[in-house]
């Protein structure tokens, strides 16, 4: 057999049942095989999109994913949804067809491994046809750590040949998740024991830890938060805040700051999520992970704690002694939780003009036509909130945040793959005119498709976030700021439905979409007014304090 066609299909042995991708001679026959072999393909229209297609997919249904792309440019292509997928810590695979070293003078010449190496990602390749299903198999069990990894496929090893009896070699078992030290479960059980006000904060580190870490908090009579990758982990208990940091609306920020010990399970505790230190200020902070690496990455903290977020909670909650009044569980909090916890119920004077909506107005009209069952996606921008806070989430399967490289125009490719993850809930992007207009052509994708994607274009006719940051020193704009585009009718000509919303009564277009079946996605023209935006005020500030 073809070392192509077995690496292809091991791939798939080993559980890769999703592949994004766009054909070209280095990586067709090893995209075939996975076909083949049972893995279901998506073709992008362009290798950027078929990245961030495998992101969205693999962050949704927590498994490896393939990305695979020719060699060369099509890796080039690529590369920033490597880079989002590295920061987001997703199990993916991008397999790339590769230039032998033995042919520098090629046209698709580069050195690949190690323009993935300088994103983060870890880069092997198949060395020769005798190593080539071991290589290979490296390579997974990396990747479903959530490290992830270019699978280079030089071409002349791809076309040797092995002697396979079709069984993928068996990967090594999975390290056991570490459990906590007797000392750090003491420490903890102390300090909130001591604590009139916990908070308990989720981050992508806790996903699967859901039961556990409600029976902490409630325990220790903490409260829960969650960064803003894992929104929707807490979805379900009344004592959720929802999430901790820029997104986190005035009132709950008043909860977080008022908690009197933080402890971060599988959190980082970035600058957006500390909002630059506002949130924690002095606060005693206990940060809990299976990764050493990320312990005071992004802030000090007051105590580490090495260990599998389920399993401390579990340990820690067995310890606590039961308390003796309700911690910061009080009536004040259930009142003020009630009553604030949405953004739509935040107060605000809905700004008005001839001929844009204000889009905290359509965010929140969005949000109560949109069916529960939804998987929203974010893209980068000052209009960010309306989608990533205003719109509610069912749970964190339901949220999808390429926000890690914070480059614009992610979204759109990022929640078909999230689509293909979630197929009976509706999808939901939201974009800037300014990413929108960087990414349209996987449109084409959508359609081909039939997804019943609901795209909203915040469309400013701007570059958004620099017109506020620069605007207000009297500098020219020009540069940013562009002729009014009709969106809607690009839409129309991609094969989608296409309507322009300039006040709330235009919604009905999605109205009538929503009665119907379904079958190609709808694109929102929305045309906004453009104002310095709740994230614009945290977005070009310094280092964390």
Not at 431 to 452: K, Y
Request: glycine residues 10%; negative net charge; aromatic residues 6%.
């Amino acid at each position: 057999m073809k070392v192509s066609e077995a690496v292809g299909r091991a791939l798939v042995q080993w559980g890769v049942d999703q592949v994004f991708g766009v054909a070209g001679s280095g990586n067709f026959e090893v995209t075939t095989a996975m076909v083949d072999a049972g893995a279901k393909y998506v073709s992008a229209r362009h290798e950027g999109g078929a990245a961030s297609m495998a992101d969205g997919y693999a962050r949704l249904a927590r498994k490896v994913t393939v990305a695979s792309v020719h060699q060369g440019p099509g890796l080039t292509n690529a590369l920033t949804g490597l880079a989002e997928a590295v920061k987001a810590h997703t199990p993916l695979i991008m397999v790339a067809g590769e230039t032998p070293a033995t042919m520098k003078t090629s046209n698709f010449w580069i050195d690949q491994a190690s323009s993935a190496e300088a994103l983060g990602a870890v880069a092997f390749r198949l060395e020769s046809p005798a190593t080539a299903l071991a290589d290979a198999a490296r390579a997974f069990t990396l990747a479903r750590t959530g490290q992830p990894v270019l699978l280079g496929l030089p071409l002349d090893v791809q076309a040797g040949e092995i002697d396979w009896n079709g069984t993928a070699p068996e990967l090594p078992t999975p390290a056991s998740p570490p459990a906590p030290s007797a000392d750090a479960v003491a420490e903890l059980v102390s300090r909130l024991s001591a604590a009139q006000r916990p908070l308990v904060v989720g981050g992508r580190g806790a996903f699967g830890a859901h039961d556990e870490l409600v029976r902490l908090a409630e325990a220790s009579g903490a409260l829960l938060a969650t960064s803003a990758m894992a929104r929707g982990l807490f979805n379900d208990d009344p004592w959720n805040v929802d999430v901790m940091g820029g997104f986190a609306n005035e009132s709950m920020s008043e909860l977080i700051q008022g908690a009197d010990l933080i402890v971060a399970f599988g959190a980082s505790l970035n600058r957006w999520t500390s909002r630059n230190g506002e949130l924690i200020g002095d606060t005693p902070v206990i940060q809990v992970d299976a990764n050493r690496a990320a312990f005071s990455l992004h802030r000090p903290v007051t105590t580490s704690v090495i260990g599998d977020a389920a399993l401390v909670a579990v340990a820690v909650a067995a310890a606590l002694p039961a308390r003796g009044d309700a911690g910061y569980r009080t009536p004040e909090t259930a009142e003020k939780l009630a009553t604030g916890r949405l953004w739509r119920d935040q107060p605000f004077e809905a700004r008005t003009a001839d001929d844009r909506i204000d889009p905290r107005s359509l965010a929140v009209a969005l949000d109560e036509l949109l069916p529960n069952e939804r998987v929203v996606t974010a893209d980068a921008g000052s209009h960010t909130e309306y989608t990533a806070m205003y719109l509610q989430v069912p749970d964190d399967r339901g949220y999808c945040l390429p926000l890690g490289f914070q480059c614009i125009g992610l979204a759109l490719a990022s929640s078909i793959g999230a689509a293909v993850a979630q197929p009976d809930r509706l999808p939901v992007a939201g974009i800037g005119d300014g990413g929108f207009m960087m990414s349209l052509v996987e449109l084409d994708t959508a359609v081909r498709l039939g997804l019943p994607l609901v795209v909203v274009v915040y469309n400013d006719s701007a570059y958004g976030a620099e017109v506020h940051h620069f605007g207000h020193s009297g500098q020219p704009l020009d540069i940013v700021e562009f002729p009014d585009t009709d969106i809607a009718a690009i839409a129309r000509g991609f094969g989608c439905d296409g309507i322009t919303v300039r006040s709330l009564d235009d919604l009905s277009g999605l109205r009538d979409w929503l009665d119907g079946d379904r079958t190609r996605p709808i694109v929102i023209d929305a045309k906004t007014i453009s104002f310095p935006s709740w994230v614009d005020a945290h977005a070009f500030v310094g280092e964390p304090k």
